[in-house]
């Protein structure tokens, strides 16, 4: 026999007591955040093992004279050792090998320059995926493409892991995205040829966005609105302190391969991670799986709490109030059930000029937000600064720049708040270009101050978006402006690599300007800041109406 009202099993009071339980918060939080440095490692690594080589064209036919690499440079490349040495001289080198150095040196003095040709092999100094794939020259965008992969890789699982994680539970899509941390990064070190090095590096961005996003659900999910805004701060520290653990780690470790291997190896310890970590009870209480919610409450509420909220036992009674009836049906969706409101959704937004006016402000600001960010974490080779030390101080700046919007939001709004950080960003990105040249020191100064104000306005950003929308589509505006983020992401190599090389300082140029443009289309936004969050669109509408025959009366 089921019972009649289910509710009264006091499950809901429990789940909310247990969001304020110390042992239950500090085991979600580090076990759902931990993963967020691993991922760190892979985004950033790139700066370490894809770094521009000084190369010059190999010559076979030369390989075994007794010259020396020196003397065979002076005599086939026009432009010696460098970063862009992509041409040979069309010699005849079969008779050149015949000859000494010396002879070869005053034949070819004696004769008209050669055409050159495009090198098919080149020589390195150094290692990383560049020399092992020949990635310089005209194959130059494939570098950034190892890049690209992993921001494409967390662009996909963005746009899938929500609907997996609504539909199937956040522990399960958290742990599968673990497990391709395991596997994914072994092959990446592994892998002999470039499109499995590629395949390899989509799959860790989307063992990325898996854990960085179900672990943040179900951390807010699993603590009260009061704890949320410490424990997201916690949430994100493995960033910063990942970034500044990878120079020690690569700093003694030169073979890309090793570096691989080393910054993969702590995955492993992610099956702590899936064996541990519960899945929210909250989710488990919207799917009606209340047996399973209060087995996790049970083993994480002390005795005395325990007694208070358990009013029904845990058997067959339980079981009983689920058994799906007519009136009770049951709560499984297919996945076309998640995706079909979604898109009703976000076509409510388009339908409206000012909510699309506010969305596209939004996916801007975002978008231009996360590609800075990326763009001056990667661009140590632009700036001519050291790597190692740069990466260092740019986690260490993270750590300032999730902290120093908290005082900047008590004295004034989102709006202005925001406005002001693209501003300054903008003002000491763009001061770069009146910084005299060979100042390196100065440059990178100067760009980890646009990089304290980018990090801020990043995480500020997607507070912001989420307070401009009604609860009804507050979550579609919110995950499709994180879906312009990653496209953001995915043009920050080809900017820092292709555009780079023709001027160091383009970069930082592109990005100051796009957070100018971004700072005045904020100024635009309405102010949220100590408003009460709507509903619906129609209540939006409403508001705007308001505010609009107001703003009219005090001008007549």
Same mark, same amino acid.
């Given at each position: 026999m089921g019972t009649s009202d289910p509710e009264d099993d006091g499950l809901e009071e429990a789940v909310e007591q247990l969001g304020q339980s110390r042992s239950w918060l500090w085991m979600v939080v580090l076990l759902a955040s931990t993963p967020s440095m691993v991922n760190t490692f892979h985004l950033t690594v790139y700066v370490f093992?894809?770094?521009?080589?000084?190369?010059? %064209?190999?010559?076979?036919? #030369?390989? $075994?004279?007794?010259?020396?690499?020196?003397?065979i440079r002076n005599v086939s490349n026009p432009g010696g050792v460098s970063r862009e040495s992509c041409e040979l001289y069309n010699w005849n080198y079969s008779q050149l090998a015949e000859m000494s150095y010396p002879e070869a040196v005053l034949f070819t003095g004696s004769q008209h320059k050669p055409s050159t040709t495009e090198c098919q092999h080149w020589n390195y100094v150094g290692n990383g995926i560049v020399s092992e794939w020949d990635l310089v020259c005209s194959r130059k965008a494939l570098k950034s493409t190892a890049q690209m992969a992993i921001s494409l890789g967390k662009f996909l699982g963005a746009l899938i892991s929500g609907l997996v994680a609504d539909r199937y539970g956040?522990?399960?899509?958290?742990?599968?995205? %673990?497990?391709? $941390?395991?596997?994914?990064? *072994?092959? @990446?070190a592994l892998? *002999? $040829?470039y499109t499995l090095f590629i395949l390899a590096r989509i799959a860790l961005g989307i063992a990325g966005s898996g854990t960085h996003n179900c672990g943040f659900t179900l951390l807010a999910e699993s603590c009260t609105t009061k704890r949320r805004t410490v424990l997201a701060v916690l949430y994100y520290m493995p960033t910063p302190i990942g970034m500044m653990l990878l120079p020690l780690i690569a700093y003694h470790i030169d073979d890309w391969r090793t570096l691989q291997f080393v910054i993969s190896a702590p995955a492993v310890f992610f099956v702590i991670h899936i064996w541990f970590l519960p899945e929210s009870p909250r989710w488990l209480l919207s799917q009606g799986r209340r047996e399973e919610a209060w087995r996790i409450v049970n083993a994480?509420?002390? =005795?005395?709490?325990?007694?208070?909220?358990?009013t029904v036992p845990l058997t067959s009674k339980t079981e009983d109030v689920m058994e799906p009836t007519e009136s009770n049906p049951p709560t499984t969706q297919h996945w076309y059930q998640h995706v079909l409101p979604f898109i009703y959704k976000l076509s409510s937004l388009f339908s409206h000029t000012e909510l699309r006016r506010r969305l596209l402000i939004c996916y801007y600001a975002t978008c231009v937000s996360s590609m800075s960010y990326y763009v001056l974490n990667l661009n140590a080779d632009n700036f001519t600064a050291d790597r190692y030390i740069y990466v260092a101080t740019a986690g260490a700046v993270e750590v300032l720049s999730y902290i120093m919007p908290l005082p900047l939001l008590r004295w004034t709004g989102r709006r202005q708040t925001l406005g002001l950080l693209y501003f300054l960003s903008s003002a000491t990105l763009l001061s770069i270009l009146m910084v005299p040249e060979g100042r390196t020191t100065t440059v990178w100064i100067v760009a980890m101050l646009g990089r304290l104000c980018v990090g801020a306005v990043y995480s500020l950003?997607?507070?912001?978006? +989420? =307070?401009?929308?009604?609860?009804?589509?507050?979550? !579609?505006?919110?995950?499709? +402006? +994180? !879906? #312009?983020?990653?496209?953001? +992401? #995915?043009?920050? *190599?080809?900017? @820092?690599? &292709? &555009?780079?090389?023709?001027?160091? $300082?383009i970069p930082s140029t592109i990005c100051g300007c796009s957070v100018l443009v971004a700072g005045f289309l904020v100024l635009l936004l309405p102010e949220t800041k100590n408003s009460e969050? %709507?509903?619906?669109? =129609? =209540?939006? #509408?409403? !508001?705007?109406? @308001?505010?609009f025959r107001n703003c009219c009366s005090c001008s007549s």
């Open positions: 093992w894809g770094q521009s080589l000084e190369h010059w %064209c190999d010559v076979p036919a #030369l390989q $075994y004279t007794n010259w020396t690499a020196d003397q956040r522990k399960k899509v958290f742990a599968t995205a %673990c497990m391709i $941390y395991i596997i994914a990064g *072994p092959v @990446v892998a *002999p $040829y994480f509420q002390s =005795e005395k709490q325990t007694k208070q909220f358990i950003i997607v507070i912001q978006t +989420s =307070e401009l929308f009604p609860t009804t589509n507050r979550n !579609t505006a919110v995950s499709t +402006s +994180s !879906t #312009l983020a990653h496209v953001g +992401s #995915l043009s920050a *190599p080809f900017i @820092v690599d &292709l &555009l780079g090389a023709e001027a160091w $300082y969050l %709507c509903n619906t669109v =129609e =209540e939006i #509408l409403q !508001t705007d109406r @308001v505010s």
